[in-house]
């Protein structure tokens, strides 16, 4: 009998050591959360995002603006350090590398050219890097700009700057430098980057002060950025029975739209579509004005056109990137002329409008086609030089290129056929790139967040890659805006937004399909309840039983 007692418990014990040792570890272990490891430490840097903007600034100095004295004491180069606090957590340095030199003999022919040429020569001789900028500072006797003009800024990267005579006579090196440094500084802040663009592009981040309401107000205006956008032009023919509208639209995107979107091909992609909408009618009844025998449309009705316009356009449901629109009316006869009117009751010149982040509206009157012998429906070819060049402008501002007020006694060229002067082009990817870097830290920095604090989301090995990718794209765009590698910021900030997105909208980090653990635990406590009664009895038996046996030994003892 006693044999067969320590055989029982010897089998009550090793079936409790096989549960406890191997069976509660196994099935922890099988239904515990498979969570990868991510960077934690890595995004927690990044949270706090402390940007320096780099960017080189060369000023050369054409015969006649140094004497021979103070060009032996030009320094070679000049650093120049700005600091903004934006908020606790958001720290701007922007950093400028001045390089001082003479023009060579090229140069110097280039600029006996006329104003326009002499910028294209001087671009190529120059052949300064996206994100710099190269100023000439010539004589106050040069003939190259006319005389109310003090500094000229070209379509390229490049700058003139007159200098007056006095400042060369009698003068240290250091005193004409500090002559030379106010207008430098309104110089960077019309081609280069300035602290008003770049807060205005953290405005989803940082709260901006009264000051910088307006570059929100333009910012609000652009679309935010995004690798690819859409842009659709429509042609509304409310009356197909009164006119046949004939509109080039083909050649005249390739003429004007496509210039613009290859020059913006570092910044994002572009597809382009068009289509005609017959019996498309606005949201809104025009009003007839007596005085100027004509319907016009007010500010306040502008905003109810809109809508039911909309509902016609379609849209490509399988695209998630933006989509500009950009909308040709043309009113039918009935209600022909037709102008928009501003807030002081002025007919708009361009007869168009945009609406943010949407795209614009442009009305073609044709009533003066209709002549008393018009046989209907009359035959109307669209002037498509006019109509895109409003479209080219609205385009420009939706996409965040924005119009820099130049300072008095500037002259700023026209940005040509390529809509676009290259270094607008630079605002726009230093404020793209900053923005990019900011909203994929935010991104990554909520994602690492939300997983924190919901410990039963799967974490799979694709998500950790994506993060981890994330993470080294940002810290690379840092680098590289800090280094003044303004292109290479730009890719590695799109692809810092590209794959943070991947991560944050993973099918698998939806926490709905798995169940927390006092679920996990009501669900497998009535399966192995039963099975761990007799063993917890079997245990509790042996143990009296050890206590019992110790006592009778004890008592023996004594």
Known sequence: KCHFKIRGQLAALSIAAVVIIVGVPLWWRTTETYRAWLPVSQINELAKLQLQLSTDVEVVFARGTVTPEQQKKVPLTQTQDDEHTVDEDTVLRYRYETRYRTATVMEEDALQMQMFQADLSLHTLSE?????????????????????????????RTALLRIGAQMRVGRTIEQLLAHLEPRLKQVLQVMSFSHTDITAALSDRVRLSPDNRESKADSMRAFKSSPGYEITFSLLNPDPKSHRLHWDIEGAVQTYIQPLITKLAPVANFSIDSQTLYYAMLGVNPRFDGSRNAYTLNTDSLAHVINPVEARLGSNAASSNPVLNFLLYVPDVHRSPLYIQDYKKQEVPSNAFHSPRWGGIMVYNVNSFYGPDAVFPVDINIDMAKVMGVFLAQLRLLLGVQPSSSPPGFLVEPCGSTGLADWELDRLMWSRSVENIATAATTITSLAQLLDQIGNIVINDN???????????????????????????????KEAILASERAFFDPSLLHLLYFPDDQKFAIYIPLFLPMCVPILLSLLKIVSEARQKRREKQAKKD
Not at 128 to 147: D, K, M, R
Request: proline content about 5%; overall charge negative.
């Open 463 to 493: 998500i950790a890659q994506q993060v981890s990718s994330a993470v080294t794209s940002l810290q690379l765009a840092v680098a590289e805006l800090e280094a003044g590698n303004l292109g290479f910021a730009l890719q590695y900030s």
């Open 128 to 156: 300064s890097p996206c994100g710099s900028l190269v100023v000439y500072v010539i004589p106050e006797s040069s003939s190259l700009l006319p005389q109310d003009v003090e500094v000229y800024i070209g379509q390229r």
